[in-house]
C-alpha cells in the first residue's frame, strides 16, 4: 500500500493554517481543542473537491475539525488502510459500495456522481475503431474500482461478455495507462486525470465512451465511509463534517470560478487550469439541499445499490449487506436542513 505521506502532511499544515488564519480574521471563535479527523482520499477532483474547498475557505475549521488527509492510489488501499485502524474516514469512488456491503464501514455522506470521470481509450493503430473490434482483445483497468464498474457497464450495453469476450488485465491505474501507451495493451478504461497523460504521450488515441453514456441507469457515486465503530463513537465528529461538508460543496458549486484557481494552485500544481475546469464538469454535482432529497426519496441508495450488485456478482461477496443498511441517511437529514 503506498502512501503519500509528504501531501499528507502538506494538507495537514494547510488544514491548520486556515484555521490559525481564521482565527486571526475574527471569524467566530473556533473551541481551542479541535478535533482531528484522518482522511484518506484519491487524487481526482471527484473525490477532492470539497475537502480542498473546505481546507481554503475554512469550512472544516469553522466546524472545529482539522483534517489530517492522505493519499491513495486506489479506493481498494483505502478502505484497507481505514479497516487497519490507520484513517478514521475516506473519500473515494466506486469502492464506496464495496467494503460496506461486506460489513467494513459504514457510508454516510455522498460527493457526486462520476458522470464522466470514468472513460474507456482506445488505439485505432491496433486495430480498435469499434466496440466489434474489442472482442478477443485485452483491456487494462484497476478492477474493483470505478472505472471497472464502468467497464463492465459499457461492455454490457454494447452486446460484449466482460469474462468472455474480452481480457481483462488487472494493473495499479499508473501501469494500466503506462501499459496502453507503451503499446502493450490496445484499451484502457481509466478515470480522470490520467486521461491527461494519455492526451500527452499518445495523441492519436481514442476515447470511445466515458461514463455519461450511462446515467442515470448505471450511475457511479462516489461519498465518503467510516469504520463502523468510529462511526457509533464519534457521530458528534461526524456530525460536524457533513455539514463542513455541505458548506463546502455549496461553495464549490457557487464560486467555482474563484475557487478551483485556488485549488490548482495549491493541491494541483502539475494540471493546467483548463483541464481541472474540465474534471470538474466531468461530474455531476448537486447542492446541499438537492442531496438532501436524494437521500429522502431513496434515490441515492438505490444508486448506491446498483454499484454494489456489480460487486456482488464480480467479487462474489456471500450474504451482502444492503444499501439500505450500510448506508445512513439518517445522520445527513438531521444536520443539512432543506
Known amino acids: 500500500m503506498k502512501k503519500i505521506a509528504t501531501a499528507s502532511r502538506r494538507r495537514f499544515l494547510q488544514a491548520t493554517g486556515a484555521a490559525a488564519t481564521l482565527a486571526m480574521s475574527g471569524f467566530p471563535a473556533i473551541a481551542q481543542s479541535r478535533t482531528k479527523v484522518r482522511v484518506g482520499y484519491v487524487n481526482t477532483l471527484a473525490v477532492n473537491g470539497q475537502i480542498w474547498t473546505g481546507v481554503h475557505r475554512g469550512h ?146 481514442k476515447m470511445l465512451v466515458d461514463a455519461s453514456a450511462y446515467f442515470p441507469q448505471a450511475a457511479i457515486v462516489g461519498g465518503w465511509a467510516t469504520r463502523n465503530d468510529y462511526f457509533e463513537k464519534n457521530r458528534d465528529a461526524c456530525a460536524r463534517l457533513v455539514r463542513g461538508w455541505a458548506a463546502s460543496n455549496d461553495d464549490l458549486m457557487t464560486n467555482t470560478a474563484a475557487i478551483l484557481p485556488i485549488i490548482q494552485k495549491n493541491n494541483y500544481p502539475q494540471v493546467p487550469l483548463d483541464e481541472l475546469q474540465e474534471q470538474f464538469k466531468a461530474s455531476k454535482y448537486y447542492s446541499s439541499a438537492e442531496w438532501r432529497k436524494l437521500f429522502a426519496d431513496g434515490t441515492a441508495t438505490r444508486w448506491q445499490q446498483q454499484v454494489t450488485d456489480f460487486f456482488v456478482r464480480f467479487g462474489g461477496i456471500q450474504n451482502p449487506v444492503p444499501a439500505t443498511q450500510y448506508f445512513d441517511t439518517k445522520l445527513y437529514l438531521e444536520n443539512v436542513k432543506a
Open 60 to 205: 472544516w475549521a469553522k466546524e472545529g475539525l482539522e483534517l489530517e488527509t492522505t493519499q491513495f492510489n486506489t479506493g481498494l488501499e483505502l478502505f484497507n488502510a481505514m479497516i487497519g485502524g490507520s484513517l478514521d474516514m475516506v473519500s473515494t469512488g466506486a469502492v464506496l459500495s464495496n467494503f460496506p456491503a461486506r460489513g467494513q464501514g459504514k457510508v454516510f455522506l455522498l460527493n457526486n456522481i462520476e458522470f464522466a470521470t470514468a472513460q474507456l481509450w482506445v488505439r485505432e493503430d491496433q486495430g480498435i475503431k469499434t466496440w466489434a473490434d474489442l472482442k478477443g482483445r485485452k483491456i487494462a483497468t484497476t478492477t474493483g474500482t470505478t472505472a471497472h464498474v464502468f467497464l463492465d457497464t459499457a461492455l454490457r450495453a454494447n452486446k460484449l461478455d466482460p469474462a468472455k469476450d474480452v481480457e481483462i488485465i488487472n494493473q495499479r491505474m499508473p501501469d494500466a495507462v503506462t501499459a496502453f501507451i507503451s503499446g502493450a495493451v490496445p484499451a484502457v478504461a481509466l478515470w480522470v486525470p490520467f486521461n491527461l497523460t494519455v492526451k500527452q504521450k499518445l495523441p492519436a488515441a
